[in-house]
């Protein structure tokens, strides 16, 4: 059975910090394309970041560029999202997927994973 846990969401003030933990079990963690989506209420969810197998390449949404960042441990099975600067507009549910479709240029696409999280809420305050 597949499993992505999220962890470490909260609530922060607008310029802090928080890091997010997705740790995947039931698959073969290494062949997976790992992405952050994030979803603010009454609005889609979109796309946050992305990272391939070997951590390669990466993809932010322009939103976040500069202030958060990607990063994997295909030992520990375990993405994570370094988000520093926060704001306000950051507030949202924040979801984990797994996917071994996506490309380097689609990764940005949620139709291309097959896995995701629960979520963890994200909520900065101004």
């Known amino acids: 059975q597949v499993q992505l846990v999220e962890s470490g969401g909260g609530l922060v003030q607008a310029g802090g910090s928080l890091r997010l933990s997705c740790a995947v079990s039931?698959?073969?963690?290494?062949?997976?394309?790992m992405g952050w989506f994030r979803q603010a209420p009454g609005k889609e969810r979109e796309f946050v970041s992305a990272v391939t197998r070997g951590s390669t390449s990466t993809s932010y949404a322009d939103s976040v560029k500069g202030r958060f960042t990607i990063s994997r441990d295909n030992a520990k099975s375990t993405v994570y999202l370094q988000m520093n600067s926060l704001k306000p507009e950051d507030t949202a549910l924040y979801y984990c997927?797994?996917?071994?479709?996506?490309?380097?240029?689609?990764?940005?696409?949620?139709?291309?994973?097959?896995?995701w999280g629960q979520g963890t809420q994200v909520t900065v305050s101004s």
């Open positions: 039931g698959r073969t963690f290494a062949n997976d394309v």
């Open positions: 997927a797994a996917g071994f479709k996506p490309t380097i240029t689609t990764m940005t696409k949620d139709n291309q994973y097959d896995y």
